[in-house]
C-alpha cells in the first residue's frame, strides 16, 4: 500500500511515515502543498493524509485540487484545531474521513483500510 | 458633600449617597423620599390651613362686629330719640309759659298733669329763680325754697343754658335723671327743671332682643352704671372695665372682665349727652361658630396629615422596593454579560493554545509511538519492558493532555446545532446509559421521577447530552460511593420545562456555588479542568435557558436547569 502524507510539521510527518512503514505500509511524505501535488501527478498514491492549516497552500485548497486532479484518491483529513466546522466542509469537498491531532496511528490505519474499501 | 454647590445640595445632593454600595443606601433613600414628600405635601397645606384661619377669622369677625355695632347704635339712637323728646317738652313748655305761669302753683299743677298724661315718665317739674332757690314744684316730695345755688348742676345750666343730669337715686331710691332748661327774658332769668324716670331705659333695653348670655347698659363718661346691668350690678355700681373716652360711632373691643370672661364689649357713646352705651357679650357665645369651624379645619388637617403621611411611606415603599429590583436585575444582567464575556474571550484563548500545543502534542505522540514500535519489533531488545512503560507513560500523558486540549476546543467552538423534537425524558435516560457502570460499580442509588406526560422539545440532542453529561458527571463527583442520585423533570409553565439533579453529596459553600460557572474554577485539583459546568452553562445559555445551583454543605447540591421547549439561539462563541 502506497500512501501520502502531507503536514508542514516535518518532524510529525517523518516520524508518522517511518511507524507505518513498520506497519508495511510505504508513505510518502510532503511537507508543503505543491510538493504534494507534484508527488501526485508523479507518483500517485492510493490515499492522501492532509493536514487542514499550513502556510501557504492551505488544506482545504490543496483538497480541492487533489479532487480536480484526480477525484478518485481518497482523503483523510488531520485537524488540529478540534473543529467540526472545518471537518465537515472538508467532508463537502470530498474528503473521505477527518482525524484529530495527535492521533492514534491504529484508528489512522483504521480509517485508511476503510477508504481505500470504500474506494474499490 | 462639602464641595455641592446649593442648588446641588437642593436637589441632587439630597440623593447623592446612592452611588456608594452601603447597605444602608435603601434605608437613605427611603427616608429622604419620605421627608421631601412629606415637606412638599404638608408645608403648602399648612400654609393653606394658617390662611384659611386667619381669612374666615376675619370675615366672621366682620360678621359679628357689624351687627353687635349697628345694635348699639340703633339703642344708643331710641335713648337720645327718648331724652331729645322729654328736652322738646321741657323747652317747648319753658316757652310756651310765662315765668309768671311757673311760678303760680295752680298753673304748674295743671301743666304738670297735662304733661304727665300725654308724656310718660315725668316725675316731677319746678320753677327755679336765678339765685338757685326752688319757687314753684308739683311732684310727690316738697323741695319748695330749697337752694340749689351751690349745686353744680346749677352752675352749669347758667353757663350752658341746658343741663341733662347723670342718673342718680332719689328720695324714694329709683332711678332718676333731671333736664333743666333756662330761660331768659327781658326782664329776670329762670330755670325750668324737669324731673324724669328712668325706669323706661330698661324697656329700651329689653326691646333690643338680647340673648340670656348677653347684656346692655347704659354707663356715664365717669364710668358708672345708669342702668342695671346683668353682670356688672344695679344702678350706680362702678363698671369694672375700662372703656375708650372721647367720640366715636360704635366700636367692638375685646376684653376680659374680672370674672375672668372673655368679652366682646361695644361702645357707643352719646353725641349730646354724656352716656355710654355698652353691649356685652360672651366672647365665646359670639364666635362659637368660628370654634365650631376651627375644630373642623382642625379635623381636616390632621386628617389629611395622617393620610397623606401614610400614602406616602406606602408609595415610598413602593417606590423604593422597585429601584431595589430594578438594581438588582441590573447586577444580575451585568454579572451575566460580564460572565459570557469571559466566557468568549477565554475561548479564544483556548482554541488557541489547544492548536498550539497540538502540533507538539502530535509530534511528542509520534516520537513515542515510534521508540515504542522500534522496541516492540526487536525482539532482542534488553530492557524492553521498562522501555515500553516509559513509552506508554509518555504515550497517556499525551493522551490526557488531548483530552483537554480537546476540551478545551469544545468549549470555544461555536457548535452547529441541529434541532429535533426531543423527548427530554428519553435524553435524560440515554445519557445516563453512559453512567451506569460506574453507578453499578460504585453502589449508587439512581432514582428518576421523570414526569410522564412531559412536553417534548424543540432543541439539539448532541448539546443536551453535553449538558446533562456535565450535570450528572458532577453529581457522580460529589457522592460518596452509596450515595443518592435524584433526577427529576416537570413542566414549569407553557414555554419552559424544568429538569433539577440533586445529589446527596459534600454540596458547597456559596462562595463555590457562586464561581461554579466560571471557567476554570475547579476544586479537584489535580483532575479537572475547570471547564465541564462553564460549558454546561453555555450550552444552557445557547438554548435560551437557565440554570441555577441550590447547595448545602454536608447535605448536598441541586442543578436546576430550565429549558425553552423551543430552543432560542443565542448566538455567543
Request: glycine share 6%; with cysteine; proline share 3%.
Amino acid at each position: 500500500m502506497k500512501i501520502l502524507l502531507v503536514d508542514d510539521e516535518e518532524e510529525f510527518v517523518t516520524t508518522l511515515a517511518e511507524r507505518l512503514e513498520l506497519r508495511g505500509i510505504h508513505a510518502l511524505v510532503a511537507t508543503d502543498g505543491e510538493a504534494a501535488l507534484d508527488l501526485i501527478e508523479t507518483d500517485p498514491p492510493q490515499i492522501v493524509i492532509l493536514d487542514v492549516i499550513m502556510p501557504g497552500l492551505g488544506g482545504l485548497e490543496v483538497l480541492k485540487r487533489i479532487k480536480a486532479q484526480s477525484p478518485q484518491t481518497p482523503v483523510i483529513l488531520l485537524t488540529g484545531r478540534g473543529s467540526t466546522k472545518e471537518g465537515i466542509e472538508g467532508m463537502q469537498l470530498g474528503a473521505a474521513d477527518y482525524l484529530m491531532k495527535p492521533i492514534n496511528i491504529e484508528e489512522l490505519i483504521k480509517k485508511i483500510q476503510v477508504s481505500i474499501k470504500n474506494q474499490a | 458633600m462639602d464641595k455641592l454647590k446649593w442648588y446641588q445640595r437642593l436637589t441632587g445632593g439630597f440623593f447623592l449617597q446612592l452611588d456608594d454600595d452601603s447597605p444602608d443606601r435603601y434605608r437613605i433613600l427611603r427616608r429622604n423620599i419620605v421627608i421631601l414628600m412629606i415637606l412638599i405635601t404638608i408645608i403648602p397645606l399648612f400654609v393653606m390651613a394658617i390662611i384659611n384661619q386667619y381669612e374666615y377669622q376675619r370675615s366672621i369677625k366682620n360678621e359679628i362686629v357689624n351687627p353687635l355695632r349697628t345694635l348699639a347704635s340703633k339703642t344708643r339712637h331710641s335713648f337720645e330719640l327718648f331724652l331729645e323728646e322729654r328736652l322738646a317738652i321741657v323747652k317747648s313748655i319753658s316757652s310756651l309759659y310765662s315765668y309768671k305761669d311757673f311760678s303760680d302753683q295752680k298753673t304748674l299743677n295743671r301743666i304738670f298733669r297735662v304733661l304727665m298724661n300725654e308724656y310718660c315718665c315725668l316725675v316731677d317739674l319746678g320753677l327755679i329763680s336765678s339765685e338757685g332757690i326752688q319757687l314753684s314744684y308739683t311732684g310727690p316730695y316738697d323741695f319748695l325754697g330749697k337752694d340749689y345755688s351751690q349745686q353744680s348742676w346749677f352752675k352749669e345750666v347758667l353757663v350752658k343754658g341746658l343741663y341733662i343730669s347723670d342718673v342718680f337715686m332719689g328720695y324714694r331710691q329709683f332711678p332718676h335723671m333731671a333736664i333743666a332748661v333756662l330761660r331768659r327774658t327781658e326782664d329776670r332769668i329762670w330755670i325750668l327743671r324737669a324731673t324724669i324716670d328712668t325706669s323706661k331705659f330698661d324697656e329700651l333695653i329689653s326691646s333690643m332682643g338680647l340673648s340670656p348670655e348677653s347684656d346692655a347698659f347704659l354707663i356715664n363718661r365717669k364710668g358708672f352704671l345708669q342702668t342695671a346691668s346683668r353682670f356688672y350690678g344695679k344702678v350706680l355700681d362702678s363698671f369694672p372695665l375700662s372703656f375708650p373716652r372721647g367720640n366715636y360711632g360704635a366700636i367692638v373691643v375685646e376684653e376680659v372682665d374680672p370674672q375672668g370672661r372673655e368679652m366682646l364689649v361695644t361702645y357707643a357713646p352719646f353725641t349730646k349727652s354724656d352716656y355710654v352705651m355698652v353691649l356685652v357679650k360672651l366672647r365665646s357665645n359670639v364666635l362659637r361658630s368660628w370654634y365650631v369651624f376651627r375644630s373642623k379645619m382642625l379635623f381636616i388637617f390632621i386628617f389629611s396629615v395622617i393620610t397623606i403621611a401614610l400614602i406616602v411611606f406606602k408609595l415610598t415603599n413602593t417606590v423604593v422596593q422597585r429601584v431595589k429590583e430594578a438594581d438588582e436585575r441590573r447586577e444580575l444582567a451585568f454579572r451575566e454579560v460580564q460572565h459570557t464575556h469571559k466566557l468568549s474571550s477565554i475561548g479564544r484563548l483556548a482554541a488557541g493554545v489547544a492548536h498550539e500545543i497540538n502540533n507538539p502534542m502530535a509530534i511528542i505522540n509520534e516520537k513515542a509511538g515510534l521508540m515504542k514500535d522500534l522496541v516492540e519489533y526487536d525482539a532482542q531488545f534488553r530492557e524492553k519492558e521498562k522501555f515500553l512503560g516509559l513509552t506508554d507513560s509518555i504515550l497517556k500523558s499525551v493522551e490526557r493532555c488531548k483530552t483537554i486540549t480537546h476540551r478545551l476546543l469544545g468549549f470555544a467552538r461555536r457548535m452547529e446545532v441541529q434541532l429535533e423534537i426531543l423527548d427530554l425524558n428519553e435524553v435524560i435516560q440515554e445519557t445516563l446509559g453512559f453512567l451506569e457502570r460506574e453507578a453499578l460499580y460504585r453502589n449508587i442509588i439512581l432514582r428518576l421521577s421523570l414526569a410522564d406526560n412531559l412536553p417534548r422539545v424543540s432543541s439539539d440532542r448532541g448539546q443536551l447530552q453535553q449538558l446533562f453529561l456535565n450535570i450528572f458527571s458532577n453529581a457522580f463527583a460529589a457522592v460518596e460511593d452509596k450515595g443518592e442520585i435524584t433526577i427529576t423533570s416537570w413542566e414549569e409553565d407553557l414555554d419552559t420545562v424544568g429538569v433539577s439533579v440533586q445529589d446527596n453529596g459534600c454540596g458547597m459553600p456559596e462562595e463555590t456555588a457562586r464561581k461554579i460557572f466560571e471557567p476554570f474554577f475547579t476544586t479537584k485539583k489535580q483532575y479537572g479542568t475547570g471547564l465541564g459546568l462553564s460549558i454546561t452553562y453555555g450550552i444552557v445559555k445557547k438554548l435560551g435557558g437557565d440554570i441555577k445551583v441550590n447547595s448545602k454543605e454536608g447535605e448536598g447540591t441541586i442543578f436546576t436547569v430550565y429549558l425553552k421547549k423551543k430552543a432560542k439561539f443565542e448566538s455567543g462563541e
